[in-house]
């Protein structure tokens, strides 16, 4: 039965329980438990596995050493070093769960993404990018200056995973993040410009965000990758026409008013 086939008294109680088992391996150095919620089949009990690591480790501040060996013993675990079936299950949860501590303290676990982004199972990868997300609201600083250092990275999906990741922290403060993209607008991957592009486009509908990213891409040089950016900012100001401070023709008065295209 899974986590949303309970009620929510029975949830509750369930969340309670898995919290306690993780927190009885924890004092007794014991992984069993971590394991086995950290590669259940339901993507809310491994949910509810890291949600739980990341409350003990502020609210049992001597546990702290505890969680981070062992978190960095799971990151580790392939099929040759453990009985579970999903190893790559285990390592995904453990970077969510190092992405509920870095949203306060990611000097502790800024080594849990050099080595997750790498990983050969999407899933861990994927996990990787939406820990920077949610930390990037939080503590964008540290994160921002670590996801900076990845941007120029050799490997194309690096890149584009990295433009992908600091994109939650631009729909609010889009001047954080503006710099850091504009470090990608001439590179030549397909995959990574078109991610570029989306970007943009998703930091420009909210309020205050259409000026402050026009007049960014205003400073760009590549000016047909501009272009298709803007195209894609106005087709989001329909899309997400119930969200958008702008209507879409708004936006396209606004472009046409103070984009600079020479």
Same mark, same amino acid.
């Given at each position: 039965? $899974? ?6 008294? %029975?949830? *509750? ?8 088992? !993780?927190? @009885?391996?924890?004092?007794? !150095? ?11 089949e339901d993507t809310y009990i491994r949910k509810t596995g890291y949600l739980a690591i990341g409350k003990l480790f502020?609210? =049992? ?5 505890? *969680? ?33 501590i870095g949203k306060f303290h990611f000097e502790k676990v800024q080594s849990f993404f050099d080595t997750g982004l790498?990983?050969?199972? &999407?899933?861990?990868? @994927? ?8 930390? $990037?609201?939080?503590?964008? *600083? ?5 996801? =900076? ?8 999906? !690096? ?15 889009? +001047? ?25 486009g998703q930091i420009a509908y909210k309020n205050g965000c259409l000026k402050t990213v026009v007049a960014h891409l205003?400073?760009? =040089? @590549? =000016? ?9 900012? !106005?087709?989001? &100001? %329909? ?9 879409? +023709? ?5 472009? %046409? ?6």
């Open positions: 039965m $899974g986590f949303y086939d309970l009620n929510k008294a %029975d949830r *509750i109680l369930l969340v309670e329980k898995i919290t306690q088992e !993780i927190t @009885n391996d924890l004092t007794s !150095i014991e992984t069993e438990n971590i394991i086995k919620h950290f590669s259940d502020y609210s =049992k501040p001597e546990l702290q050493p505890t *969680i981070l060996s062992t978190l960095q013993a799971l990151l580790k675990l392939d099929a040759s070093t453990t009985l579970t079936t999903s190893p790559e299950k285990v390592r995904q949860t453990v970077v969510n769960a190092a992405g509920e790498f990983d050969e199972h &999407h899933s861990v990868r @994927n996990a990787v990018i939406g820990s920077v997300k949610k930390m $990037g609201e939080k503590n964008p *600083i540290p994160v921002l200056n670590w996801a =900076k250092t990845y941007l120029k990275h050799p490997e194309k999906e !690096i890149r584009r995973e990295i433009c992908h990741g600091i994109e939650l922290r631009g729909r609010t403060h889009p +001047q954080d993040i503006l710099p850091l993209l504009k470090t990608l607008e001439f590179d030549e991957t397909r995959r990574v410009s078109d991610t570029l592009i989306h970007v943009l205003n400073t760009w =040089k @590549n =000016k047909p990758l501009v272009e298709k950016a803007l195209d894609e900012i !106005i087709d989001v &100001h %329909d899309r997400y026409k119930k969200f958008a401070v702008l209507t879409q +023709q708004e936006a396209i008065d606004y472009v %046409d008013e103070h984009y600079n295209s020479k």
